[in-house]
């Protein structure tokens, strides 16, 4: 657990490392081999051999207490560093953002437009987005852009969408190659229409080694399906003798989720528009120990101002991950699918049949 992190190494220091502050940790300074998610820090696990190691593909924290005499390595950002907000601490950044964009349809009607009005304005706020995320230094943005119940919705209407999303990867395509944009999919694409399948397919290919920021778009996308196909995977090695029972983990799964696309798995904050307050099925597994964020505008008119709105109540927050570290208990328990959300104010000792009538 992190508070109770021992003045001696974690792990040996490898070479070029570097020091920076960890947000979460109060009063603490660590030596850092790579950047990552705070939340991939909690799977560090130990292995014969080794003080302590991280288990799963991606990149982790290797931590250990920064010495006083090291002050002078301390990461020094420069005027190569992107441009913020002067109400944003840069230390505090999240390096991943989740966004369930809802409203679109709501929009389009208050204002007596057809619904695809309201899914071509929501494109134009997304494209703001992404333009916020590269200039403030965010790594990665996963945006859930059609769920698997929306192949429920109206026939035409999913014509539409299906129809929106490819034009919008053809006229973005080389505004990503120039812009050194990683896109990545998640979801069962095979059900797409076979045309867009493929533009998907290439412009992931064409795309891949782009570095400056990821954008990863959730099509046909469940979280409780990328849960079921992850398992399928790893009881398929099982059957082919590749692994043990026992050998079964959270790393193991996490390698098996569609999220593995990302150095970054795990979003620090998730954004959910138009009011509502539910997660509807989406990164059940990744979003464990996400802060999440609450907006009442429709996703049309989320803006520069809503995105700092959400940011700055993010940085405001001390993230505790329970009692300083992930227990497989509580990753495990993350099916909050289609569950109301009612968040207190009150201490935990303060609740009372008041705020309970109150939810």
Known sequence: MISSLSPQPLIKPNTGTTLSPIPHVQNQRFKLASHVCPSELLSIRKRPGSACAATTQHRRYLLFPAEEEEEEREVKFTSDAPALAE????????????????????????????????????????????????????RVLTVFAFSSDNWFRPEVEVEFLMSLLESGVKEEKESFIRERIRISVIGDTSKLPKRLEELVINVVETTKNN?????????????????????????????????????????????????????????????????????????????????????????????????????????????????????????????????????????????????????
């Open 87 to 138: 109400e944003l601490q840069r230390e505090s950044m999240p390096r991943h953002v989740a966004v369930i964009m809802d409203g679109n349809r709501r929009w389009a009607h208050l204002r007596g437009l057809p619904v695809g009005s309201g899914y071509e304005a929501g494109v134009k706020s997304l494209k703001t987005l992404v333009e916020l995320c590269c200039k403030w230094g965010i």
């Open 211 to 359: 570095t400056r920021f990821q954008l990863i778009v959730a099509v046909s996308y469940s979280g409780q399906y990328d849960l079921v196909q992850a398992c399928q995977r790893i009881a398929m090695k099982v059957k082919d003798g590749l692994i043990e029972p026992n050998d079964v983990s959270e790393s193991l799964i996490e390698q098996e989720l569609e999220t593995n696309c990302t150095e970054f798995p795990y979003p620090d904050l998730l954004i959910r528009t138009s009011g509502e307050l539910r997660i509807s099925n989406f990164m059940l597994w990744q979003l464990a120990y996400t802060e999440l964020f609450f907006s009442q505008s429709l996703w049309p008119d989320f803006g520069e101002a809503e995105f700092l709105e959400a940011l700055k109540s993010f940085q405001q927050r001390r993230r505790h991950y329970g009692s300083g570290g992930v227990s497989s208990e509580f990753a495990n328990s993350c099916y909050v699918v289609y569950i109301e959300l009612f968040f207190a104010q009150s201490p935990r000792p303060d609740f009372s049949e008041a705020e309970f009538l109150e939810s």
